[in-house]
Nanobody, 124 residues
Framework: QVQLVESGGGLVQAGDSLRLSCAAS????????MGWFRQAPGKEREFVAG????????DYADSVKGRFTISRDNAKNTVYLQMNSLKPEDTAVYYC?????????????????WGQGTQVIVSS
């Protein structure tokens, strides 16, 4: 079992930056690719960014390309999401997820472990 804990959310203004962190514990050897998802009120959970185990491959939703950067530090069992130029439409609960396979996928069903989420609110 892998436990994921997100942190770093908060209330910011449009144009500001935030860095989210996701700390993994437990059987971290059971997880490979990781991803960030978000869910806004009344909407489905959507893929934001993903990264493979080595960090050599990343993937982003079109809506965040050029603004968000995903990275990981395996020595610290932590994945990060650097979010720049935030927009009000980025407001959502952000979730970290891990999967047992080392291939990034965008479907929520492809992930085996989930964190509890961290709220990000971007005011205009």
């Amino acid at each position: 079992q892998v436990q994921l804990v997100e942190s770093g959310g908060g209330l910011v203004q449009a144009g500001d930056s935030l860095r989210l962190s996701c700390a993994a514990s437990g059987r971290t050897s059971s997880s490979a690719a990781m991803g960030w998802f978000r869910q806004a009120p009344g909407k489905e959970r959507e893929f934001v960014a993903g990264i493979n185990w080595s960090g050599s491959r990343t993937d982003y939703a079109d809506s965040v390309k050029g603004r968000f950067t995903i990275s990981r530090d395996n020595a610290k069992n932590t994945v990060y999401l650097q979010m720049n130029s935030l927009k009000p439409e980025d407001t959502a609960v952000y979730y970290c997820a891990a999967r047992r396979f080392n291939v990034i996928v965008q479907e929520t069903t492809g992930y085996d472990y989930w964190g509890q989420g961290t709220q990000v609110i971007v005011s205009s």
